[in-house]
């Protein structure tokens, strides 16, 4: 594409070093992302507001207002005084658009100078929560989707604990005839993750079913699946279970919704709650099975897979009564006028459709729709995400899902059975206890993590929590060593307490960033597809590492815990160079990390999210002073 195709952008950004208007200024050359698109004309206060859907940064920084010289003219230098800043009550949050004057004048629009008044990510935070109450109806509403959605993830955190305490059962063990590592139980574990990448590709369909069809569709299989294991007669009917179980739960994955419908100012704190019910799951599941150990009969492993179809149930009763349809799948839809009822009724404390930050969503997801260079494509189509425009996002992706899948948390959920076995602890009860402990811990840190995500950067989240569980993985390899070499229960003790630390660190640093960060790296029209490869990732991933550490664990046993050192120590390298800054940023200034020709999207990433900082710490100084 050529650059007189695309236009040129020229933003200035406030650097700021002290509180007086003494402040230098630093050009950036901002490409316009989008080939020029329709224009318009819209009646704005009796004036006529020429409307071109360009990706223009300067005005995400509060640079206005710019004359339209400057805006085009790239061998312009910055001023050496800042631009006068447009009065925030004179500012009218229609977003306004720039064109050269041959195209103004074919429009029959007349324009000299031009004010970009993009509102900030800051302001719509600011907006979002003046607009929105939990003390209120809506908030009633949002614990009652958010109910639905929780007990979506806690079905899957049944799972978790069904597969990680069944495996304790000697029982179940007996019945099918295999030990609790090896081939045949790692081939139950990777079954659902196959049958997790076979699912993944349907989930596309939320394009077409909507968010609400596609959950019900995958809680419904998750059901069958329950009972084909709960009564299964023999492995190879267990193991078609797992399957349907896998396919079923890739279509139950419900991050993208909740990001969808939670204002936006609370929107990472109910991703992160959300999150927190796969442990509520977990953790019912495994008091549960502690529970079923009385039972002396086959019933006490059978009822554990009855029970995997209880969240499932209440999720199919409810989702059509308390959950609304996601309003950007709405919009895509051509149903703007329910898009903006939805948003009214869930993001405002008012309910009214004619309220400004209705109006600043809607305008969010018209521009994400219409603006993408990738653009819709069929529902099967995956094409786009090889093209050159979105290859770099399909990278992060993968190295993100293989990331969440080998950081280590797979072996304290698959196969804390047999990596206890290596320290001395061998009894089932003991066994379930300590996976409950570890589970219990997880989730009380995975709420602390919800509610510290908006306080720092994606980027910091995800070195602290590498470096943090590195240092703990290190410490449960050296005591399981010492426990090697002694057979001393000091030792087994700290293991355990080691694996509790890790618990910890990955709860407060990362778990939270799991359902949020892969969907903030996609756009709009590449959401429901891009999640679906995401969870196809994940499921590679996933398999590879779950019959890779079955098998690994019965053969070298507690030295399996030096392979996720190794690779964490590679990741904090990859993660340094892969993983692009997405804190507190739009879907358009993600858009420009991305698309922007000739630079590097994580070092482009952390500019603006300086930049955009040292804005804000200037505002506050400005503020300040002013008083």
């Given at each position: 594409m050529d650059k007189d195709d695309i236009g040129f952008g020229l933003a200035r950004l406030q650097q700021a070093s002290h509180v007086s208007h003494m402040a230098s200024w630093k050009a950036v050359k901002v490409w316009a992302l989008h080939p020029p698109s329709r224009l318009e004309t819209q009646a704005s206060g009796g004036h006529s507001v020429l409307h071109r859907r360009v990706g223009l940064l300067a005005h995400q920084l509060g640079v206005f207002p710019l004359s339209r010289s400057s805006l085009f003219d790239k061998t312009?230098?910055?001023?050496?005084?800042?631009?006068?800043?447009?009065?925030?009550?004179?500012?009218?949050?229609?977003?306004?658009?720039?064109?050269?004057?041959?195209?103004?004048?074919k429009m029959g629009v007349d324009v000299d100078e031009v004010a970009a008044t993009r509102i900030s990510e800051a302001d719509m935070m600011r907006k979002s929560a003046e607009a929105f109450s939990m003390r209120s109806r809506s908030g009633?509403?949002?614990?009652?989707?958010?109910?639905?959605?929780?007990?979506?993830?806690?079905?899957?955190?049944?799972?978790?604990?069904v597969i990680s305490g069944i495996n304790s059962n000697d029982r179940w063990h007996d019945y099918y005839g295999f030990p609790n590592s090896g081939v045949i139980i790692s081939t139950i574990n990777a079954l659902m993750?196959?049958?997790?990448?076979?699912?993944?590709?349907?989930?596309?369909?939320?394009?077409?079913?909507?968010?609400?069809?596609?959950?019900?569709?995958?809680?419904?299989?998750?059901?069958?699946?329950?009972?084909?294991?709960?009564?299964?007669?023999?492995?190879?009917?267990?193991?078609?279970?797992?399957?349907?179980l896998g396919f079923g739960t890739a279509l139950c994955t419900a991050p993208q919704y909740v990001a969808e419908i939670a204002p936006i100012h609370l929107r990472g704190r109910i991703v992160g709650i959300f999150g927190a019910f796969f442990?509520?799951?977990?953790?019912?599941?495994?008091?549960?099975?502690?529970?079923?150990?009385?039972?002396?009969?086959?019933?006490?492993?059978?009822?554990?897979?009855?029970?995997?179809?209880?969240?499932?149930?209440?999720?199919?009763i409810f989702i059509y009564i308390l959950c609304p349809e996601s309003p950007r799948f709405l919009y895509m839809r051509g149903k703007k006028d329910e898009a903006r009822r939805v948003i009214a009724?869930?993001?405002?404390?008012?309910?009214?459709?004619?309220?400004?930050?209705?109006?600043?969503?809607?305008?969010?997801?018209?521009?994400?729709?219409?603006?993408?260079?990738?653009?819709f494509r069929a529902t099967w189509d995956f094409r786009v995400f090889f093209t050159r425009a979105v290859w770099f996002r399909t990278f992060v992706?993968?190295?993100?899902?293989?990331?969440q899948q080998w950081n280590g948390g797979g072996i304290i959920g698959y196969y804390l059975a047999p990596a206890l076995d290596t320290i001395g602890i061998t009894k089932q009860l003991d066994q379930l206890g300590i996976s409950l402990g570890s589970t219990s811990i997880y989730f009380v840190f995975t709420l602390f993590?919800?509610?510290?995500?908006?306080?720092?950067?994606?980027?910091?989240?995800?070195?602290?929590?590498?470096?943090?569980?590195?240092?703990?993985?290190?410490a449960v390899t050296i005591t399981s060593w010492q426990y090697n070499l002694h057979e001393a229960k000091t030792t087994a003790i700290l293991t355990v307490v080691w694996i509790f630390l890790f618990q910890v660190c990955s709860a407060s640093f990362i778990a939270t960033m799991h359902n949020l960060y892969p969907v903030e790296l996609l756009s709009l029209p590449l959401r429901a597809k891009g999640m679906g490869l995401f969870a196809m990732f994940q499921a590679i991933a996933a398999?590879?590492?779950?019959?890779?550490?079955?098998?690994?664990?019965?053969?070298?046993?507690?030295?399996?815990?030096?392979?996720?050192?190794?690779?964490?120590?590679?990741?904090?390298?990859?993660?340094?160079?892969?993983?692009p800054e997405t804190s507190k940023l739009n879907l358009e200034e993600i858009d420009t990390i991305f698309e922007t020709s000739g630079t590097r999207p994580v070092k482009l990433s952390i500019k603006i999210a300086d930049a955009k900082a040292a804005k804000k710490k200037l505002d506050r100084q400005n503020a300040t002073a002013s008083t």
């Open positions: 312009a230098r910055p001023s050496s005084s800042p631009p006068t800043m447009a009065p925030r009550e004179e500012v009218d949050h229609t977003v306004i658009y720039h064109d050269d004057v041959a195209e103004a004048n009633l509403l949002v614990i009652g989707y958010m109910f639905v959605m929780g007990c979506n993830q806690a079905g899957y955190g049944v799972d978790w604990g993750q196959i049958g997790g990448f076979l699912g993944a590709p349907f989930l596309s369909c939320a394009d077409v079913l909507g968010r609400r069809g596609v959950n019900f569709l995958g809680n419904f299989l998750v059901i069958i699946a329950a009972i084909m294991q709960a009564l299964a007669p023999n492995l190879a009917c267990l193991m078609v279970g797992r399957l349907v442990q509520v799951g977990s953790i019912m599941m495994l008091g549960i099975m502690m529970g079923l150990t009385k039972f002396d009969s086959d019933w006490q492993w059978r009822l554990a897979f009855f029970i995997q179809a209880i969240f499932p149930i209440t999720v199919c009724r869930y993001m405002t404390t008012s309910n009214d459709i004619n309220h400004e930050i209705v109006d600043l969503m809607i305008l969010q997801i018209e521009e994400s729709i219409e603006t993408t260079k990738a653009g992706l993968a190295v993100y899902a293989v990331f993590g919800a509610y510290i995500i908006d306080y720092f950067r994606r980027r910091t989240l995800i070195f602290a929590g590498l470096i943090s569980i590195i240092v703990a993985q290190i398999v590879i590492h779950n019959y890779g550490i079955g098998i690994g664990i019965q053969k070298v046993g507690y030295k399996i815990w030096a392979v996720y050192i190794v690779y964490n120590f590679v990741q904090i390298f990859l993660s340094y160079f892969v993983f």
